[in-house]
């Protein structure tokens, strides 16, 4: 769950950068799931020596977990992480975004056919120049992992599906309620830490990507990523285990809080990227502050090994 504090406003964008295999029975004890991740981080050198293709293009996967009206801000993220990509030169044709629910349309909001950020912005983010994939109950931890995993079933059209390369770098960011380990999709399923490195593990081994950025915005976030084994991941969690995620403030007009303070710390630096910036990854870690978020950060880098963390940009 997240609280609610302060006031919002939100903005542009995002890049990308870095990273599954060896199933144990469900029964298996913590010791043999921990031994079986020993073992595949010890395979990585022979992945990274297949996956020598250079970058070539950049896609997004961003998805929002949640329904019902008091999670107007977990849309609101969404809608905005996506406006920034596309203001930094992605084209709708690189973006899966799946909506669990559709607040322009909710009979509660005073602004009927809109998502707005804040009071001051009046920036729109839903407005007419928008492409929803997955929406309502399509928005699923099958249709989820079937996105990332290129499994889809047959007459899947090619807007619903993820067809990335091997040169291909992806930034995966979710939103909504979660906990140690685990993110729930409309308060009905979750998709936990291990179905997450499952997914990327078989992207890896299927060439579907160069490079990814796992972004996530919810409670204790950062357990999210904690069982990532596949090369070329860097994961970047809202909080850390234990630690709450929290909206910032209420909009007085909605009756609601419009954004997360994790999400809107990240947009107002992004809003300042220009297309070709060389600000670096790093730098954008750096600006993150743990009193303003009132919880800290988490960053999952193990598997970034094929060139330095600094260079990201």
């Known amino acids: 769950g997240r609280l609610a504090m302060g006031i919002p406003r939100l903005a ?3 890049l990308v950068a870095c990273l ?3 199933a144990l029975p469900s029964g298996a004890s913590v010791e043999e799931w921990d031994r079986q991740d020993a073992s595949n981080a010890e395979s990585h050198q022979e992945f990274l020596r297949r996956g020598t293709s250079s970058h070539t293009d950049n896609w997004a996967v961003l998805v929002c977990t949640s329904r019902f009206w008091f999670n107007y801000r977990h849309i609101a993220n969404t809608l905005a992480v996506y406006r920034a990509v596309k203001r930094l030169g992605m084209p709708d044709s690189r973006i899966i975004l799946m909506l669990a629910d559709d607040m322009a349309c909710n009979p509660r909001n005073s602004e009927p056919g809109a998502v707005f950020a804040d009071d001051g912005s009046k920036l729109d983010l839903y407005g007419d120049d928008i492409e929803v994939d997955y929406r309502g109950y399509d ?4 249709n989820f992992v079937r996105v990332l995993t290129g499994r889809h079933l047959e007459g ?3 807007s619903k599906r993820l067809q990335t390369t091997s040169g291909s770098n ?4 979710m939103t909504g309620h979660g906990g140690d380990e685990f ?3 409309q308060d009905a399923e979750e998709v936990s830490s291990r179905d997450l490195a499952d997914s990327f593990q078989q992207m890896w081994q299927k060439e579907r990507y160069n490079e990814i950025l796992f972004m996530t915005d919810t409670c204790q976030a950062g357990t999210l990523a904690k069982h990532i084994y596949s090369p070329r991941v860097i994961g970047v969690g809202s909080s850390q285990r234990g630690e709450n995620s929290y909206s910032l403030g209420s909009n007085d007009r909605l009756g609601v809080s419009t954004s997360d ?3 809107y710390s990240l947009l107002q630096q992004i809003q300042r990227l220009a297309i070709g910036s060389s600000k670096k990854l790093t730098e954008l870690f750096n600006t993150f502050d743990p009193r303003m978020l009132m919880s800290h950060p988490a960053y999952a880098t193990s598997t970034w090994n094929h060139r330095p963390l600094t260079g990201v940009l």
């Not at 928005?139 to 099958?142: G, L």
Request: without cysteine.
């Open 183 to 185: 993110l729930k999709f």
């Open 261 to 263: 303070r994790f999400t």
């Open 139 to 142: 928005v699923t931890v099958e």
């Open 170 to 173: 992806v930034l995966i960011y």
């Open 12 to 14: 542009l964008a995002t």
């Open 156 to 158: 899947t059209p090619p």
């Open 20 to 22: 599954l295999a060896g």
